[in-house]
DNA sequence: GAAAGAAACCTCACGTTGTAAGGTGAACAG
DNA sequence: CTGTTCACCTTACAACGTGAGGTTTCTTTC
């Protein structure tokens, strides 16, 4: 009713890339269940439905901020000295290695990227860039398409700098929880006691995400390494 | 107001089992999206609100059908002849892979499991009982307990039977998208038309899910018999 | 049998979600 | 001045999970 003439302040006008971008802040800060069209709207400074102008639906908006986090990947990735130079057949692994890592530096910052990505399985271009990216590393070291294929499946999430969740918070399991355990799973238990009073202040609660995903990816990317050996040899 | 006399038949009252297992069939049959408090209650007869009788909130079903699947791993487990017998230093890998993939045959039956488990990351018991199992089989070839908890975050979600999701029809990419594809992703598109036409007609699309999921697990498994080849030694 | 009490189920309603349909005002073209 | 187009808004709806409280059905006790 009023003529709110303080609004008429040079609003700068919405656009694909701001609500996206607007998105991806608004899920870093608040969580992934919190990136709602009003929500949106509001952090904005807009009504919902205004962002179905530039954006079809919300499923659009998803795919749209996967493919932001992934443009950040591929920066990172040119950031780093890692270029194709060094991907000869000896280097081929720790250049894969670090593309993959690279990649994971970024998704730690976004931790809601990984569960929007398989649970909506989203294909987007700067996706594929650095799968791309990978297997051309690979291919250089003189690896078959077949090999690398298979590769890829098998380093699976990793390849995009994560696996299960990143935002886990390896936190200790109550002591209460880990008794009634012991009862029905003595063998998990034992571990459990006992890789927790190995080092009782490590980094996280009690295990190091970081290790534990670089010593998932050196397995596979050793085992690679000898499937590489082996058809060399071939 | 009517009489409807017709409904009086006994009608088997709910419990929480026949809850859940109503609920696991609806996800089979329709999917995971199906399951609603709704239509769940449709499935058993019943109005939505009577099903808070039995269990106090949808997150308690999810909870439960996960851990109703998992009991059907423990079976699938129990039948096959993969006792603790056969679990000797040498030995050890097969046992484990066996599990693995017999937890696989199951969770393929139900292709909403996964989505489920690291969505809600639910731990339940018999969850719990099938990881408990492996690290027996682990301990029992001698390794130490450092190891194992690496080696369990290096299998990651393969020791449920899966990564990444399962029923992913892994069909052939549209040959339009590939052609576009061709111009910013070269390496990828070079190496998916090469593998496209190795075996045109193989068991899937392009290809084999079951088959990626084994060379991937066994670049695991050997890998980390290295490891303990290696902690032997010392 | 009847009456009391508990157990099992239902009705109604609310808040939140994504989004279809269509309205409103500003900028601009003729 | 008049229409068209763009950008945004208002209203509304169906589907979701679920709180509050009413109603039916079964069981127990006399």
Redesign the interface.
Known sequence: MGPKAAEARTRTPLTRERVLQAASDLADRDGLEALTMRALADALGVEAMSIYYHLPNKDAILDGVVELTFTEVGTEAHGRGTGRSQADAAGWAPAVRERILGARRVLLRHPWAP?VI??R?SFS?AM??H???I??IM?EAGMS??L???SL?????RIYGY???LS?DGQAPPPGQLDE?QS????????LA??AH?DPESTLGW?DDQ???E??L???L???E??RLAEAAA
């Open positions: 569960v398989d649970q399985k271009p594929v860039r799968v791309d990216g297997v051309g291919r398409h077949d690398i294929h298979h499946h098998a380093i699976g999430n696996v299960q969740e886990d355990m029905f799973a003595p063998n998990l238990a034992a571990m006992d890789v190995v295990c290790t534990e995903f010593f998932g050196d397995l596979l050793e085992g690679i000898r499937r």
